[in-house]
């Protein structure tokens, strides 16, 4: 049960197809595919961000808002935008997060439509191994970041290996697919997904990959058997 991933000059479209296609059972299969440790590890990444009321954060590639409320949650006065590359799950993430205050915004995470040096925090999850191009979203963020502001990555790694191994390569392979056909009906958005874990870049690229960005102190924690990974870095104050 496999399909090829899309070529990088495909990818945006087919991500916007396919988040739309899915929106309306997103978190369901998150909680399912994650036996429920999804909202923990969101927990985790927005405590790394260290959110207060008088900050203005952005949470990109939004989803259906879940990373925004736990950050409502901390900061009940804080100015939270959420921004997503798929209309189908704003309208989502709208209707759940109503009354909370929060912003949505449809919009492409490698051409942010916003001023330079404006928000205190950025946090994405399920983000970068989503995009096409991993350097210029990061420059996106590093460029509409106040000096000392940082972001936060919540995202699956490729696991390394150890006796687990075997169990992960077929939960990817098989396991998520079959409950992507069952519970969403699309055992293509399901393929992807996993398939895009395994060709994305291990934990410690991408900390490279954040300097290279031109963030200071990039740093990451894994979780969940090495599959999940938080990384942080701050823009620089000089």
């Given at each position: 049960?496999?399909?090829?991933?899309?070529?990088?000059?495909?990818?945006?479209?087919?991500?916007?197809?396919?988040?739309?296609?899915?929106?309306?059972?997103?978190?369901?299969?998150?909680?399912?595919?994650?036996?429920?440790?999804?909202?923990?590890?969101?927990?985790?990444?927005?405590?790394?961000?260290?959110?207060?009321?008088?900050?203005?954060?952005?949470?990109?590639?939004?989803g259906?808002?879940?990373?925004?409320?736990?950050?409502?949650?901390?900061?009940?006065?804080?100015?939270?935008?959420?921004?997503?590359?798929?209309?189908?799950m704003?309208?989502?993430?709208?209707?759940?997060?109503?009354?909370?205050?929060?912003?949505?915004?449809?919009?492409?995470?490698?051409?942010?439509?916003?001023?330079?040096?404006?928000?205190?925090?950025?946090?994405?999850?399920?983000?970068?191994?989503?995009?096409?191009?991993?350097?210029?979203?990061l420059?996106?963020?590093?460029?509409?970041l106040?000096?000392?502001?940082?972001?936060?990555?919540?995202?699956?790694?490729?696991?390394?290996?150890?006796?687990?191994?075997?169990?992960?390569?077929?939960?990817?392979?098989?396991?998520?697919?079959m409950?992507?056909?069952?519970?969403?009906?699309?055992?293509?958005?399901?393929?992807?997904?996993?398939?895009?874990?395994?060709?994305?870049?291990?934990?410690?690229?991408?900390?490279?990959?954040?300097?290279?960005?031109?963030?200071q102190?990039?740093?990451?924690?894994?979780?969940?058997?090495?599959?999940?990974?938080?990384?942080?870095?701050?823009?620089?104050?000089?």
């Open positions: 049960m496999s399909s090829p991933l899309p070529s990088p000059q495909e990818k945006r479209t087919y991500i916007q197809q396919m988040f739309s296609r899915i929106a309306s059972h997103y978190d369901l299969m998150n909680r399912l595919i994650s036996f429920g440790m999804d909202n923990m590890w969101r927990e985790k990444a927005v405590e790394v961000l260290h959110p207060d009321d008088a900050g203005r954060y952005l949470d990109i590639g939004a259906t808002g879940d990373l925004s409320l736990e950050i409502r949650y901390r900061a009940a006065d804080a100015t939270i935008i959420a921004l997503d590359l798929t209309q189908e704003v309208s989502v993430g709208r209707r759940k997060t109503n009354q909370t205050g929060i912003l949505w915004v449809v919009a492409d995470a490698q051409a942010l439509p916003f001023e330079n040096g404006i928000f205190s925090g950025i946090i994405s999850g399920y983000l970068l191994r989503n995009v096409t191009d991993i350097t210029q979203t420059k996106e963020q590093w460029r509409v106040i000096p000392g502001g940082q972001t936060v990555s919540l995202d699956t790694t490729p696991p390394g290996r150890n006796a687990l191994l075997p169990f992960l390569y077929v939960y990817y392979r098989w396991i998520i697919p409950l992507g056909l069952f519970v969403s009906g699309d055992v293509e958005a399901y393929t992807y997904l996993p398939e895009s874990t395994r060709r994305h870049n291990t934990a410690e690229i991408l900390a490279l990959t954040l300097a290279e960005a031109g963030f102190s990039p740093r990451f924690t894994k979780l969940m058997l090495g599959t999940m990974a938080i990384h942080t870095a701050c823009k620089p104050v000089d």
